[in-house]
C-alpha cells in the first residue's frame, strides 16, 4: 500500500476567535472519532496530521504541503443543542424522581448519590466508543446520572448537619462548582500531556 500524507481536521469552532472562555474550553470539546481516524490511518502505515480547529489556528500553516487526503469532520450546533437540550430535561428529570423517591421510603440519600455517580462513570466509560446513534443516548444517560446526583445530595448534607444548614451546603456547593470549572481544564491538560497517542500531539 502506498504510504499517504493524511490530515484530519475537527471543527469545534465556526471561525476565527480571540475569546478567553474560547481559548480554554474549544480544546475540550474535540471530538472521538477523528482522533480514531488517525490513529487508525498512522497504524496503517500513513503520515498522519490531527488539527483541532478551536479558532485559534491557522489552518493554512497546520496543514503539510502536498497532503493527499485531508478528512473533515464537524458536529453540528443543532445536533449539539438538541443533544444539550434532552440531556437536560433528563438531567432535572432524575433529580425529581430520585428526590420522590428517597423522600417517599425515608433515605438518607447516600445510597442514591452513590448509585448515580457510579453509573454515571460506568457510562462515560460506554461513550468512549460510542458512535452515531448510540452515541447521542448515552449522552443522555451520561445527563441523567452524572448530574442527576446534585439535588440528592444537597438534601443529604443539609439531612446530616440540621445544625449547620448554611454552612453545610455552601461549602458543598462551593466544592461543587469549583470541581465543575477546574476539572475539564485539568483533564484536558492531563491527556493532553500523558495519555494521546502520538499523532494527535502534533
Known amino acids: 500500500m502506498k504510504k499517504l500524507k493524511i490530515a484530519v481536521i475537527d471543527l469545534v469552532s465556526k471561525g476565527p476567535t480571540k475569546a478567553l472562555y474560547a481559548r480554554v474550553m474549544n480544546p475540550n470539546l474535540t471530538s472521538i472519532m477523528p482522533q480514531v481516524v488517525s490513529v487508525w490511518c498512522e497504524e496503517a502505515g500513513h503520515d498522519v496530521k490531527f488539527v483541532c480547529y478551536t479558532g485559534f489556528e491557522n489552518l493554512?500553516?497546520?496543514?503539510?504541503?502536498?497532503?493527499?487526503?485531508?478528512?473533515?469532520?464537524?458536529?453540528?450546533?443543532?445536533?449539539a443543542g438538541a443533544l444539550l437540550f434532552?440531556?437536560?430535561?433528563?438531567?432535572?428529570?432524575?433529580?425529581?424522581?430520585?428526590?420522590?423517591?428517597?423522600?417517599?421510603?425515608?433515605?438518607?440519600?447516600?445510597?442514591?448519590?452513590?448509585?448515580?455517580?457510579?453509573?454515571?462513570?460506568?457510562?462515560?466509560?460506554?461513550?468512549?466508543?460510542?458512535?452515531?446513534l448510540a452515541f447521542g443516548v448515552l449522552v443522555v444517560f451520561?445527563?441523567?446520572t452524572a448530574w442527576g446526583w446534585t439535588g440528592l445530595m444537597t438534601f443529604t448534607v443539609v439531612n446530616a448537619n440540621t445544625s449547620t444548614v448554611a454552612a453545610s451546603s455552601a461549602i458543598m456547593q462551593a466544592g461543587i462548582f469549583l470541581g465543575a470549572g477546574l476539572g475539564p481544564i485539568l483533564l484536558g491538560w492531563t491527556i493532553d500531556q500523558y495519555s494521546l497517542p502520538e499523532p494527535l500531539r502534533r
Open 142 to 144: 451520561a445527563f441523567a
Open 60 to 79: 493554512l500553516e497546520e496543514i503539510p504541503q502536498e497532503t493527499d487526503i485531508v478528512f473533515v469532520t464537524s458536529f453540528t450546533q443543532a445536533a
Open 86 to 132: 434532552v440531556g437536560s430535561l433528563a438531567s432535572i428529570s432524575v433529580r425529581i424522581v430520585v428526590g420522590a423517591i428517597t423522600d417517599r421510603i425515608g433515605g438518607r440519600g447516600f445510597t442514591g448519590v452513590a448509585i448515580l455517580l457510579g453509573t454515571g462513570a460506568l457510562v462515560f466509560l460506554l461513550l468512549r466508543p460510542a458512535t452515531g
